[in-house]
Structures are given as structure tokens and as C-alpha cells.
């Protein structure tokens, strides 16, 4: 249950990242901000993976739900533009990729035969917040300002940092990092440097099809994903001039997207070995 509770947690970043720029009244100057910081999210998964495998899911989603927290509540003590995009837009998604990341790696520990159901709960979590978070924000934003509003969002990363602690992984880690194992007789520490970096950044995978499928296809996917999230808001102000209840529209998708989510995790564990690719 724990798991699931910090995997939700986890989650729940992305939904802050992309509803934040629902307050309409700064929507303009935030836009970019917020695409930028869900940029970093997936930029920074590469290296997220290999904090994982040599930290532990613990430490590395602790650790990063700090520098989220962090971002966040510098960003509340800020009113440059400019200082934003380096405090919410890369401090934050840099600090919300570490925090995310690892929610998902740890399920892998405690669930085998119903994976994809444990999956799309965790990922439901995020949905939760999709549809009352919308009209939260609006309403703090319209009352207490934007500063306290990053300084609100800012308690729930705080709060995260105490999740994580909670993960407790039941596999070995998948790399054995034994200082005297990695040293190869006859090479220098050039040539041991640039052999760990072949190993931590290894292409191999890359040799199976299959993955190649997926990783291309998921990439190319996200590309477009979050775009109603940074600007349905304004596009529903522009062409119909409504400017009441536009929050609603995130309601639709995060009961949509949380439907779909357990949904596709069901019929994902139905489906046998690497054939879950044609789901996708």
C-alpha cells in the first residue's frame, strides 16, 4: 500500500507541472515555463535510471523530491521571468524527473503477476489530482496570489520527501559496483573512466527491435501529449470567449485518462511476454 501511496505521490508532479499553468490570469508568461519543466522530466530519465540503479529507488526519489521542493518555494520569492525558467522550469522538472522516476522502477519489486494493474493504479493517482487540482489552483491563485501558491505546492513536494523514504526495494540492484571488481589489470584510469562510462551509458539495448519500436514510438508520442494541458485553457478563451468554468476541461481528461490508465493496465497483464508493445 505504501508503494502505491508514494507511486500516486509521484505521479501527481506531472499534473503539477502542467496545471500550473492553468491560472489564467499569468498563462501567457508561464506557458513556456511549464513546457520546460515537463521537458526536463524526460530529459533527465537517462540519468535518473542510472541514480537509480546505483542508489536505490529510495535515495534517488528522496533526493530529488528535495530539489523539486526546493524549486518550488525559490520560485514563490521570485518575479523575474527570467529566474523562473531556471527555478521551476529546470530546478523543479529536473528535481520532479528523480522524485517520478523510481515510483515506477519500484513496482517491479513487489508485484510480478499483475504488474500492469499495479501500473495504471499508480498511474491513476496522477488523474486524481487532474480533476480536482484545476479548479484548486484557480481558486488560490483568484485568493491568495501566485507566490502562495507555489509555496502550497511547495508543502506537497516537502511531504514527498517523507514518501519516499518508504520504498523498500526486495531485489538486488541490477549492477554490482565493487570498486575492486571494475579495475581490469594492464588499463589506466583514462581507459577504466571511459569503460564505466560505457557501461552506465551501454547502447546495447538498442540492438532489440522491439525496444527500438517502443522507445522511438513513445518519444515521438509525448511530443504532443501535454500540449492541451500548457494551452486548452487559452485556446477555449480565444475562440469562444469563456472565461468561466474552463477548468472543467481538465475534469474530462483526468476522468478520460484515469478510466483509461486502469483500463489498459487490466489488459496489459492478459497480454503475454513483449506482445504488450501492440497495446501501446
Given at each position: 500500500?505504501?508503494?502505491?501511496?508514494?507511486?500516486?505521490?509521484?505521479?501527481?508532479?506531472?499534473?503539477?507541472?502542467?496545471?500550473?499553468?492553468?491560472?489564467k490570469n499569468l498563462f501567457l508568461v508561464?506557458?513556456?515555463?511549464?513546457?520546460?519543466?515537463?521537458?526536463?522530466?524526460?530529459?533527465?530519465?537517462?540519468?535518473?535510471?542510472?541514480?537509480?540503479?546505483?542508489?536505490?529507488?529510495?535515495?534517488?526519489?528522496?533526493?530529488?523530491?528535495?530539489?523539486?521542493?526546493?524549486?518550488?518555494?525559490?520560485?514563490?520569492?521570485?518575479?523575474?521571468?527570467?529566474?523562473?525558467?531556471?527555478?521551476?522550469?529546470?530546478?523543479?522538472?529536473?528535481?520532479?524527473?528523480?522524485?517520478?522516476?523510481?515510483?515506477?522502477?519500484?513496482?517491479?519489486?513487489?508485484?510480478?503477476?499483475?504488474?500492469?494493474?499495479?501500473?495504471?493504479?499508480?498511474?491513476?493517482?496522477?488523474?486524481?489530482?487532474?480533476?480536482?487540482?484545476?479548479?484548486?489552483?484557480?481558486?488560490?491563485?483568484?485568493?491568495?496570489?501566485?507566490?502562495?501558491?507555489?509555496?502550497?505546492?511547495?508543502?506537497?513536494?516537502?511531504?514527498?520527501?517523507?514518501?519516499?523514504?518508504?520504498?523498500?526495494?526486495?531485489?538486488?540492484?541490477?549492477?554490482?559496483?565493487?570498486?575492486?571488481?571494475?579495475?581490469?589489470?594492464?588499463?589506466?584510469?583514462?581507459?577504466?573512466?571511459?569503460?564505466?562510462?560505457?557501461?552506465?551509458?551501454?547502447?546495447?539495448?538498442?540492438?532489440?527491435?522491439?525496444?527500438?519500436?517502443?522507445?522511438?514510438?513513445?518519444?515521438?508520442?509525448?511530443?504532443?501529449?501535454?500540449?492541451?494541458?500548457?494551452?486548452?485553457?487559452?485556446?477555449?478563451?480565444?475562440?469562444?470567449?469563456?472565461?468561466?468554468?474552463?477548468?472543467?476541461?481538465?475534469?474530462?481528461?483526468?476522468?478520460?485518462?484515469?478510466?483509461?490508465?486502469?483500463?489498459?493496465?487490466?489488459?496489459?497483464?492478459?497480454?503475454?511476454?513483449?506482445?504488450?508493445?501492440?497495446?501501446?
Amino acid at each position: 500500500m505504501e508503494t502505491l501511496v508514494c507511486g500516486c505521490t509521484s505521479d501527481c508532479l506531472l499534473v503539477f507541472v502542467a496545471s500550473i499553468g492553468t491560472y489564467k490570469n499569468l498563462f501567457l508568461v508561464t506557458a513556456w515555463v511549464g513546457s520546460l519543466a515537463m521537458g526536463m522530466i524526460f530529459f533527465c530519465s537517462p540519468v535518473v535510471s542510472i541514480f537509480t540503479d546505483r542508489l536505490g529507488c529510495r535515495k534517488t526519489s528522496s533526493g530529488g523530491a528535495a530539489i523539486a521542493f526546493i524549486g518550488l518555494l525559490c520560485t514563490s520569492f521570485t518575479t523575474s521571468l527570467g529566474v523562473r525558467y531556471f527555478t521551476y522550469g529546470i530546478l523543479f522538472g529536473c528535481g520532479s524527473s528523480f522524485a517520478f522516476q523510481p515510483s515506477l522502477v519500484i513496482l517491479g519489486h513487489y508485484f510480478k503477476k499483475r504488474l500492469g494493474l499495479a501500473n495504471g493504479i499508480v498511474a491513476g493517482g496522477g488523474c486524481v489530482l487532474t480533476l480536482c487540482f484545476p479548479f484548486l489552483l484557480e481558486t488560490m491563485g483568484n485568493t491568495i496570489g501566485l507566490a502562495y501558491t507555489f509555496r502550497v505546492l511547495s508543502a506537497f513536494m516537502f511531504v514527498q520527501i517523507f514518501l519516499s523514504l518508504t520504498f523498500k526495494p526486495l531485489l538486488p540492484p541490477p549492477i554490482d559496483y565493487n570498486k575492486e571488481e571494475e579495475k581490469v589489470a594492464g588499463r589506466n584510469k583514462a581507459q577504466q573512466c571511459l569503460a564505466q562510462i560505457r557501461k552506465y551509458f551501454s547502447m546495447q539495448v538498442f540492438k532489440k527491435k522491439t525496444y527500438r519500436i517502443w522507445a522511438c514510438g513513445i518519444a515521438t508520442t509525448v511530443l504532443g501529449y501535454f500540449v492541451p494541458y500548457i494551452h486548452l485553457i487559452k485556446f477555449m478563451e480565444d475562440r469562444f470567449k469563456d472565461h468561466k468554468g474552463t477548468w472543467i476541461l481538465f475534469v474530462c481528461i483526468g476522468a478520460t485518462s484515469g478510466v483509461g490508465r486502469l483500463a489498459s493496465g487490466k489488459i496489459g497483464d492478459c497480454i503475454p511476454g513483449l506482445k504488450k508493445i501492440y497495446l501501446q
